[in-house]
């Protein structure tokens, strides 16, 4: 187990290009959670998915966001047409889905993304 | 909706100095609170957790919380600090239930401790 993994670490695009995040969860983790980190706050939830459901957005993941998990294993999470507003560090968290509320995420060591 | 509050943004000490961190949240329901750190270069660890029982909760590397209902908050402590303790810490609070699962986090209060 080798925890939650990103990649890339770091990438840079110019203003409207698209670009795309991968995260591979914790094995066996069966919730995973994306959220931004902007410099100086912390970080603020995205989206997240039970196995391959996604079951809950924020109202932060505008139409140009877009994210799946397709076979409840690893993430993407693309964002179409990016903006300079979009830089922020990209935090993907995993969790072992317990019920009655004591789960605990874990979390990768995100993707920064510089839009120029 | 669910809130968090770090009342301190950056805190200066020296090794051997006890430490206090405060967070507030607010929500009225039944909450879980978290604790993470992120050292310098590094992801974010948790330090400790809350869910139930006995309020005050222990964590890694001599890191304390004690949850005080009735004042909405989750104080982190340690009594003797370390040059290694630099590192931002982040208050998170999951109300579950209808609030979902996600976490919300407060700002983050920077510690750098002078050896």
């Known amino acids: 187990d080798t925890g939650v993994s990103q990649d890339p670490r770091h990438k840079i695009t110019k203003r409207g290009q698209n670009v795309t995040f991968r995260c591979d969860p914790i094995?066996?983790?069966?919730?995973l959670y994306w959220y931004r980190q902007t410099l100086g706050q912390g970080p603020e939830f995205l989206t997240y998915?039970?196995?391959?459901?996604?079951?809950?957005k924020s109202r932060l993941l505008s139409d140009r966001f877009s994210a799946e998990r397709p076979k409840g294993s690893f993430s993407t999470l693309e964002i179409q047409r990016t903006e300079q507003g979009d830089s922020a560090m990209y935090l993907c968290?995993?969790?072992?889905?317990?019920?009655?509320?004591?789960?605990?995420?874990?979390f990768g060591p995100g993707t920064r993304l510089t839009v120029l | 909706a669910q809130s968090v509050s770090q009342h301190n943004h950056h805190v200066i000490l020296s090794e051997a100095a006890s430490l206090e961190l405060g967070c507030n949240y607010s929500?009225?329901?039944?909450?879980?609170l978290f604790w993470y750190v992120q050292y310098p270069g590094q992801h974010l660890q948790l330090l400790l957790k809350?869910?139930?029982?006995?309020?005050l909760v222990k964590g890694i590397k001599g890191f304390e919380a004690e949850f005080i209902k009735s004042k909405f908050s989750f104080n982190l402590r340690k009594p003797s600090v370390q040059w290694s303790d630099t590192a931002e810490y982040f208050c998170?609070?999951?109300?579950?239930?209808?609030?979902?699962?996600?976490?919300?986090f407060g700002g983050g209060t920077r510690v750098l401790v002078k050896p």
């Open positions: 968290a995993s969790s072992p889905g317990l019920a009655g509320g004591t789960d605990t995420q874990y």
């Open positions: 094995s066996e983790h069966n919730r």
């Open positions: 998915f039970q196995n391959e459901a996604q079951l809950e």
């Open positions: 929500y009225g329901g039944t909450v879980n």
């Open positions: 809350y869910f139930s029982g006995d309020p």
């Open positions: 998170a609070v999951n109300a579950g239930g209808a609030a979902g699962n996600k976490l919300t």
